[in-house]
């Protein structure tokens, strides 16, 4: 089999060397090599890196994928083959990994998308990145799945509301649609603030193509020189990267302190906001904003430290929020997200998962046991591919023979050229470790540690311009030291070392 990487596309995110290291590789000087005629039995993770490459750089060809073509799967108690109708709700990438997976099993009934959006699924991670620059264009984000998937797709189709008892979805208009089984995969819709003036062409936020391509005009069109950026987590600090290299003028503002610190904490927060503000960004931190006005020529912004923003126009990275309008009354649990069981089956009100009823993606919540049993969603490219993948699993096996989802989540960034990669959930620890490099230059990993009853847990590791480094850690992601064993050898560079 032939593995191929458009060098053009390819940002050397090293995601793909994650999935799939006898393949991939990033040398010292940060390019990327890889093996271009695989054996067999690497073929699998060469799919899946090409799944998970945001830029859809990486083409696999050749050698049918496992379970290809073979149409009497694992029979479930939620769909099995026959006249059976699998309707995944969300036309996303955690639908199409979930209706992937179901042919890839063998799924051979009726598969129905059915998503809001007039396009078939995209990449969302360069909307503000490369799309927004105009390095990418539309036709670039779309995945392009490993084979046809013989589903039909109803695209523009917005979803209203849920029957589980009787088994059916309802689609705006009143048309039901009935189902064996389902997979609830509708992602999450971008914040907005009560206080912001709507509507105003001149404040934005950023979740869909549409959404891109409107940032897109207002800084072309008006000619923008000066934007304000209201948010200090990943999509803002990406979008404050983008609209430096275009020139703009930005200011960052932020509720805490310092950027990023509810995903990476405060010690790797601050080091970016050394970044940002090497590069010209205006930074505010634990800053808010008391007054909008739109003066028609810009807006206004009048900030809670005395201070005024005149900016062309604003865009709010404020987070996601679940779409979940649409199941309400459905007799789901779905506070902050669909509640899910470990194995990602849907969860009612009463507790109990529903056997025909999964949920993945940004949407879902569940307990990842490799953490704790503490339900939390995820929102992450890799962890969308991975959790549709598994709840298909799931929904075929049914809620008893289902196994657990203990994923390792993954996530990249970059910020003014420093790429930086994480595997765990950094945000569950109480402390960290610099195992290699220092944080002082910039270039190092980072463990995550937390107390748990049992000993120290190592909830996540991140790397700072060190990829290859990191995949020395992704294995430990959830393991616990006993308190009483002797503590692991430290890697080069000690505890703290700066
Ligand atoms: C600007 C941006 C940058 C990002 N950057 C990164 C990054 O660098 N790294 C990373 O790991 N992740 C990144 N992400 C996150 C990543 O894109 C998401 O985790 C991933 O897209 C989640 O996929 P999903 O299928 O769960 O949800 P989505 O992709 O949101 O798909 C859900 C779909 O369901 C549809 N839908 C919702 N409600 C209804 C309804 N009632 N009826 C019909 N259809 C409905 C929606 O319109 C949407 O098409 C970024 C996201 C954004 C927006
Ligand atoms: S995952 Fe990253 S490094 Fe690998 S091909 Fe895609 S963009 Fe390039």
């Known amino acids: 089999m032939k593995v191929s990487v458009d060098n053009s596309r ?14 991939f590789r ?13 054996p067999a039995r690497l073929a699998a993770q060469a799919r899946q890196a090409a799944r ?3 830029m859809q750089a990486v083409t696999v060809r050749g050698s049918a994928r496992p379970g290809a073509g073979r149409r009497s799967g694992r029979r479930g108690p939620s769909a099995s083959s026959g ?3 699998i309707v995944v709700a969300g036309g996303g990438l955690a639908g199409l990994s979930a209706a992937a997976r179901l042919r890839e099993r063998g799924f051979d009934g009726e598969l129905v998308v059915v998503g809001e959006e007039l396009h078939r699924p995209y990449s969302r991670p360069p909307l503000s990145k490369q799309f927004l620059s105009g390095e990418l264009d539309r036709a670039d984000l779309a995945f392009r799945a490993d084979e046809p998937l013989d589903a039909h797709r109803l695209l523009g189709t917005h979803l209203t509301g849920l029957d589980p008892v009787n088994r059916y979805v309802l689609l705006r208009g009143g048309e039901r649609l009935r189902y064996d089984g389902l997979v609830i995969a509708t992602g999450v819709d971008a914040k907005r603030l009560p206080e ?5 062409e001149r404040i934005r936020t950023i979740r869909t193509l549409e959404d891109a391509d409107a940032i897109r005009t207002a800084v072309y069109a008006a000619r923008a020189r000066r934007v304000l950026i209201l948010g200090g987590g990943f999509v803002g600090c990406e979008l404050a990267c983008t609209f430096r290299e275009m020139g703009l003028e930005v200011t960052l503002v932020v509720h805490s302190a310092p950027l990023l610190r509810r995903v990476l904490g405060t010690r ?3 080091v970016v906001g050394r970044i940002q503000a090497r590069a010209g960004v205006d930074v505010r931190l634990s800053t808010r904003i008391t007054e909008w006005t739109d003066t028609g020529d810009g807006l206004r912004l009048r900030l809670d430290d005395g201070g005024t923003v005149e900016a062309d126009f604003a865009v709010l990275g404020l987070g996601g929020v679940p779409r979940t309008d649409w199941l309400t009354g459905s007799g789901l649990d779905v506070a902050d997200g669909v509640l899910c069981s470990a194995g990602c089956h849907a969860v009612d009100l009463a507790g109990r998962p529903v056997p025909n009823i999964a949920a993945a993606g940004d949407v879902a919540r569940w307990p990842n046991l490799r953490f704790d049993a503490v339900p939390r969603r995820v929102e992450h490219l890799i962890h969308a591919v ?3 993948q598994h709840a298909a699993d799931s929904l075929l096996l049914g809620p008893d023979r289902a196994a657990p989802f203990t994923p390792v989540p993954r996530f990249w960034s970059e910020q003014h050229g420093t790429r930086l990669q994480a595997v765990g959930l950094p945000a569950l620890g109480e402390r960290i470790e ?6 002082r230059s910039e270039r190092f990993v980072a463990t995550y540690h937390r107390d748990t009853p049992l000993g120290e847990q190592t909830v996540a590791a991140v790397a700072f311009d060190m990829p290859r480094e990191l995949l020395d850690h992704r294995d430990r992601i959830g393991t616990i030291r006993p308190r009483s064993s002797p503590p692991a050898p430290r890697a080069a560079g000690g505890r703290g070392s700066r």
């Open 10 to 23: 390819c940002h050397v995110y090293g995601i793909c060397q994650q999935e799939a290291p006898e393949v």
């Open 26 to 38: 990033i040398s010292e000087s940060g390019s990327l090599h890889y093996t271009a005629n695989l």
């Open 52 to 54: 998970c490459c945001p």
């Open 83 to 85: 006249g059976q109708r």
């Open 196 to 200: 912001t003036p709507v509507p105003s």
């Open 268 to 270: 790797l927060g601050r």
């Open 386 to 388: 991975e959790m549709g």
């Open 434 to 439: 610099v195992v290699a490099g220092s944080l």
